[in-house]
């Protein structure tokens, strides 16, 4: 610098790198913008430079900034796939158009792709959304809508679609999502359940007896588990508690055992409970079986009862009981 020259400020030192002829030196003015701040008009001039690394620079230097979508828009515009890979990189951590994510997830190369996923993890996207990206063609689209559930309360009738994927990767994000939610994997083995039609918006303390009895019939499974859910800590026949233990959906039979956790109810409904195939029902109905005391006649049946789930139930409340008289 010539004595009495005023030094420039960083903002006007970028201006003039990038008004260089040379490429470089327009690269090294953007990487500059990592450590200065810039206006916005700076970084589109970048992006619209001829040389792809002064693009890719000015989009590197866009993460972690709250920049317009406009600018990430344009980077995802770019014939270079570098320059689109990192405009995903700067969707991280950042509410994000929909729109935008998937135009990431339908790109050409795969590591966009893979930034793209990487953008949708943690993030609140509708369920008519995921619903409709779990039927795309893109297994990495499917992937990316299984992602979204990481860190927040999944739904897990879709989690039951992404672990029944034909791509692995598919199924190892919902695996993930899984077992940071602490849920038993067996739950999500049979089809979900349908839409609860009219009845979806009911407060179970709306519903009548009436009410419950027709949907415990209906054919629509969803009703049917409104209908089940609503028996909770009510006094339903026992009828209506027999039909949800013998429905062929599994959150259906899941609700029924949870409803007959009352003293008044025979011992045959938590025998039917500790014969279900799926293991968290038959949880549901061990805890039952031993929180309270087993009769005596009761007791000898299911110690010859061919389903060792009953005879262990048996030989765990006798044991309760033994401990109970030694203490």
């Known amino acids: 610098m010539r004595a009495g020259e005023k030094s420039l400020s960083p903002r006007k030192a970028i201006v003039r790198g990038l008004n260089n002829t040379d490429p470089t030196v327009r690269e090294a003015a953007m990487r500059s913008c990592l450590e200065h701040r810039v206006s916005v008009r700076i970084l589109e001039r970048g992006l619209r430079d001829r040389y792809e690394d002064v693009r890719h620079a000015t989009m590197f230097a866009c993460i972690g900034r709250a920049i317009p979508v406009r600018v990430i828009s344009r980077g995802l515009d770019d014939t270079a796939w570098r320059v689109r890979q990192t405009a995903m990189d700067s969707c991280v951590g950042r509410a994000m158009p929909l729109l935008l994510l998937q135009r990431g997830l339908d790109d050409s190369n795969f590591d966009v792709q893979e930034a793209a996923m990487d953008a949708c993890i943690g993030k609140h996207i509708p369920r008519a959304v995921i619903n409709e990206w779990l039927q795309h063609p893109n ?107 013998s429905d062929s959906q599994w959150d259906v039979r899941l609700a029924a055992i949870t409803a007959c956790d009352r003293d008044e109810l025979p011992y045959d409904l938590i025998r039917r409970g500790l014969k279900d195939s799926y293991h968290s029902i038959k949880l549901v109905a061990m805890s039952i079986a031993l929180s309270r005391p087993i009769p005596p006649a009761v007791l000898n049946r299911w110690l010859r009862d061919p389903q060792r789930d009953v005879r262990r139930a048996a030989i765990n409340s006798l044991v309760g009981e033994l401990v109970c008289r030694v203490s």
């Open 139 to 245: 297994w990495r689209v499917r992937r990316a809508a299984i992602s979204s559930f990481i860190g927040r309360h999944p739904s897990y009738d879709l989690l039951q679609q992404g672990m029944n994927d034909p791509e692995s990767m598919v199924r190892e994000a919902a695996k993930t999502a899984l077992d940071l939610e602490d849920v038993p994997s067996d739950l999500l083995q049979r089809p979900p359940v349908g839409r609860h039609s009219d009845l979806e918006d009911v407060d179970d303390t709306e519903v009548t007896l009436d009410m419950i009895h027709r949907m415990l019939y209906s054919t629509d499974p969803g009703a049917r588990l409104k209908g089940m859910t609503a028996c909770h800590e009510r006094d339903v026949p026992e009828t209506l508690l027999l039909q949800g233990l």
